[in-house]
């Protein structure tokens, strides 16, 4: 019997729940998802047909995901470079790709690395970590380059394209580092990004992130301080003592707004000593202030993260 298009809808929870649980029998299944016993026997054998699952169907048995059977694709821009990363279907790596850029005609140099690297029949999602603003059209730069992004993406392999800035991948990133450490942690925190022109935040609440409409990150850099912008106030900063104290009442106004219990800081324009100068000197803080050297890991974590989401949610 056909699966109806009402009925298509419960195949996303199915994956889900074996993503959750590794395996599951059919009871375990229905139940879950709260369908009855003989529409999830006709959606399993839909999926073991499409060789999604593989798994028993006798009564007791137990199915599990086909962890090779799709592939997602991440990818990474990272100023004139991009690294392309195929995912299966529990986000485990199968290949790393990276091939150099420009926010000049940026789409179809992706359409080509995938072409050249991904299995187009299998693909169930492609995914963009951005360094800069979503706007309707692709991103915006951080220095004010339009790239355009997403349609031709969408068109050509017929699937959605999720982009999402690199500070809030971050974030989501560091909050996964704390939950596989605590599943029952659910962090607050705040990842504040330093660059010569620029100063943003990616922020979580409740292990979730706090977006606008437009997935924008926290722009910090431009607010004003006494008739200049914070980022002015920073470089103009005497030494690394001033300049401490200036980084305090940033971390002040983030820790007013919204009360993360973790704050990490980097980027290539932070003073990385001030973060020592400032724990010294601020006590017993509510919250954990940590500098990150490198936070490339966490952003692509972040990008694993949303890339197998979309897969899963794929119908």
């Given at each position: ?55 028993d169907g006798r009564e007791g048995g137990r ?172 470089r103009a900063a005497k030494d690394v003592t ?74």
């Open positions: 019997m056909t699966i109806t298009p009402k009925e298509q809808v419960y195949i996303p929870k199915i994956r889900e729940k074996l993503r959750a649980s590794g395996a599951a029998t059919r009871a375990e299944l229905a139940r879950h998802t709260g369908i009855s016993m003989g529409l999830a026997q006709r959606l399993l054998d839909e999926m073991l047909l499409n060789n999604e699952i593989t798994g199915f599990k995901l086909n962890r090779g059977r799709y592939a997602g694709a991440a990818l990474l821009i990272e100023g004139k470079s991009a690294r392309l990363t195929l995912l299966d279907l529990l986000g485990g790596f199968i290949m790393d790709y990276e091939f150099p850029c420009s926010h000049i005609n940026l789409e179809s140099q992706i359409i080509d690395a995938l072409e050249e690297h991904a299995p187009a029949d299998d693909l169930r999602a492609i995914c963009l970590g951005v360094p800069g603003n979503i706007c309707e059209d692709g991103y915006i730069t951080r220095d004010g380059k339009r790239c355009a992004v997403g349609n031709k993406l969408q068109a050509r392999f017929n699937l959605p394209v999720a982009v999402e800035t690199d500070l809030n991948l971050t974030a989501t990133g560091l909050g996964l580092r704390h939950t596989r450490k605590n599943p029952q942690d659910a962090p607050d925190l705040a990842y504040i990004l330093f660059e010569d022109n620029y100063i943003g935040a990616g922020f979580l609440s409740g292990g979730k992130l706090i977006k606008s409409a437009g997935s924008h990150a926290g722009e910090l850099g431009l607010m004003p301080w006494d008739g200049v912008t914070l980022i002015e106030r920073l001033h300049y401490s104290r200036l980084l305090a009442v940033l971390i002040k106004w983030v820790t007013l707004t919204l009360n993360p219990r973790y704050i990490y800081l980097g980027g290539p324009a932070l003073r990385a000593e001030a973060v020592a100068i400032i724990n010294e000197t601020q006590g017993d803080a509510a919250f954990k202030l940590s500098y990150i050297k490198d936070a490339r890991a966490d952003c692509m974590d972040g990008l694993t993260e949303l890339c197998v989401n979309q897969m899963f949610a794929c119908e």
